[in-house]
Nanobody, 124 residues
Framework: QVQLVESGGGLVQAGGSLRLSCAAS????????MGWFRQAPGKEREFVAGISASGSSTLYSDFVKGRFTISRDNAKNTVYLQMNSLKPEDTAVYYC?????????????????WGQGTQVTVSS
């Protein structure tokens, strides 16, 4: 049983920044690849960023590369998503996910655990 608790979402104007956090339970957090996904109304859930268990490898979707940064602190059992230069197109519910089935989590079907999601709204 792994529980993921997200925080940090909110309302921000275009060009602003937010930092999302995902706190995980358990002593085996360092064994899991982590990822961030998002889902806008009427759209499929899509990959945003992923990070390996050790934090040595990261991957980003093309539409956030250069603006978002994923990181993790295994001592705190927490993964972060720093979002800068936000655009209205970034508006979505953002989900944290965990997997021990892949090196870097980029595919939602391989995720074993999901957080509850946190709303990010970017206004013009």
């Amino acid at each position: 049983q792994v529980q993921l608790v997200e925080s940090g979402g909110g309302l921000v104007q275009a060009g602003g920044s937010l930092r999302l956090s995902c706190a995980a339970s358990g002593r085996t957090f360092s064994n899991y690849a982590m990822g961030w996904f998002r889902q806008a109304p009427g759209k499929e859930r899509e990959f945003v960023a992923g990070i390996s268990a050790s934090g040595s490898s990261t991957l980003y979707s093309d539409f956030v590369k250069g603006r978002f940064t994923i990181s993790r602190d295994n001592a705190k059992n927490t993964v972060y998503l720093q979002m800068n230069s936000l655009k209205p197109e970034d508006t979505a519910v953002y989900y944290c996910a965990a997997s021990n089935r892949i090196q870097v989590l980029t595919t939602s079907s391989l995720a074993g655990y999901w957080g509850q999601g946190t709303q990010v709204t970017v206004s013009s």
